[in-house]
């Protein structure tokens, strides 16, 4: 099998990052061959730049397609992929097609990270040109809401073609976002030693300082973001001015160690060992998962989400948490005849309370499912296939080991949490 990736950007960096990701895919003895552009513009953010790289992409096809077994649009929007698809007798695949429907596999609805405002209405007329416009939850810009996780996306990406356009953004965007654009630019190894000083040193500023609020959480959102990404230094930071910061500067610094310790809980735990001072960072931890479950209790997360899909509710929630308020709100955000899926673990009270009236007093043909959500064993054979290719290592998160006759000694460490047990293997 030959396959033509045709890039209809002219940006060399994102042919090869393309390529770099179609090998890595690629099945035994399928060629890939990927070529850019000769013309257009770097980046297609407009239909009138699209028609160019659609013009590209054509020329590119004609002279090369009777050498390949497919053809592969790379690039969103899938420029000329219509008028291709009609006059080669060779299969044509458009990546932002592919990457559509293999969302919806996914999850009920998706969202897209845009690079800038004026691209989203393009954007929203090619998902509807998918027909998946009712399955688009949202179109994020790096110039519009949620900057920081727009911003700190295109980080993880970890594509060098990004860097000037980190690099304009440091100097455009307001001073709270600084720390995050510095966050992204470090993930993307560009000066990161001096990016993490200038985090540290804004931190430190903004905690001590009233009024610096929003730079005081762009900061914390920064170094949770390299500390996520392993750089323990950025957690090492968190630590030190969680412990000294002021009630006001407090939370914010708490809730970033929050973050940190729920995606990645070995890297905290490899930092508290080698701290000659524990306490006030395990203070500090527990001040976070004590607000995290306020906030379950305290906020009414559901009539948010009723007012964002105009009182219908969602299809599906999925409780994580194993609270019996964010149990609650689950049912309370969900539409009638929509699906509760509970996988967290309910470790205290006696009951988990359903409320009535959201419950529809038992006529709104709502279904709970514990355990496993539908498709879950699917799920777990493709995670014990990961498992058998080490393409994940399960062993920073097994901290214990028991035999089987031990096990009512491993349940009763996990629910205290005690000797630092993050999870127990069971031996039979």
């Known amino acids: 099998m030959k396959i033509l990736l045709i890039n209809p ?41 699209s028609l160019i790289g659609a013009y590209a992409t054509a020329t590119l096809a004609a002279e090369h397609c009777d050498q390949h077994d497919a053809i592969v649009v790379a690039a969103f929007g899938d420029p ?41 209405a393009w954007y929203r007329e090619c998902v509807q ?12 810009s790096l110039d519009g809401p949620l900057q920081d996780d727009a911003i700190t996306a295109i ?33 993307q190894g560009v000066d990161c030693d001096a990016r993490l000083a200038y985090l540290v040193e804004t931190l430190a ?12 959480r762009g900061a914390v959102h920064g170094l949770s973001v390299l500390a996520i990404a392993g750089r323990e230094p950025a957690l090492v930071a ?14 914010p610094i708490a809730l970033g160690v929050g973050t940190v310790a729920l995606r990645k809980p070995q890297v905290v735990m490899h930092v508290l060992q080698q701290r000659a001072d524990v306490a006030p960072a395990l203070t500090l931890l527990r001040d976070a998962f004590d607000m995290l479950s306020e906030d379950f209790e305290k906020e009414n997360f559901a009539l948010e989400i009723r007012k964002i899909t105009h009182g219908k509710g969602v299809d599906s929630a999925i409780e ?8 609650a709100g689950c049912i309370a955000a969900t539409r009638p005849g929509g699906t509760i899926s509970n996988v967290g673990y ?55 080991r028991f035999p089987f006759s031990d096990v009512e000694r491993a349940f009763e460490m996990m629910r205290t949490k005690a000797d630092g047990i993050l999870k127990p293997l069971i031996l039979f």
């Open 80 to 120: 000329g992929i219509d008028g291709l698809r009609e006059v080669l007798d060779i299969p044509v695949v458009g990546l932002t097609e592919a990457a559509l429907m293999s969302a919806c596999l996914l999850g009920k609805r998706f969202s897209i990270v845009a690079i800038s405002r004026r691209i989203t």
């Open 238 to 251: 968190l630590f030190d001015a969680g412990a000294r910061a002021p009630e006001s500067a407090r939370a």
């Open 205 to 216: 500023f903004a905690t001590v300082n009233a009024g610096y609020q929003p730079l005081l």
């Open 9 to 49: 950007n002219t940006s060399q960096s994102v042919s090869d990052l393309i390529e770099a990701e179609a090998r890595r895919a690629a099945a035994p003895g399928t060629q890939v061959s990927v070529l850019t552009a000769p013309f257009g513009v770097a980046y297609i953010e407009t239909r009138f730049e």
């Open 129 to 140: 040109a998918n027909g998946l416009l009712d399955r688009l939850a949202s179109i994020r």
């Open 346 to 400: 309910h470790g205290k009270g006696d009951v988990v309370p359903i409320p009535r009236i959201e419950w529809g007093v038992g006529m709104a043909d709502k279904t709970i499912r514990t355990g496993l959500c539908p498709g879950g064993r699917e799920r777990m054979e493709r995670l014990l296939r990961l498992l058998q290719k080490k393409r994940v290592d399960p062993t920073p998160l097994t901290t214990h």
């Open 155 to 187: 980080g993880r990406l970890g594509d060098a073609s990004t860097r000037p356009l980190l690099a304009k953004l440091q100097g455009s965007v307001p001073r709270e976002l600084q720390p995050t654009v510095s966050a992204a630019l470090c993930l």
């Open 320 to 327: 994580v948490v194993g609270n019996a308020a964010s149990f």
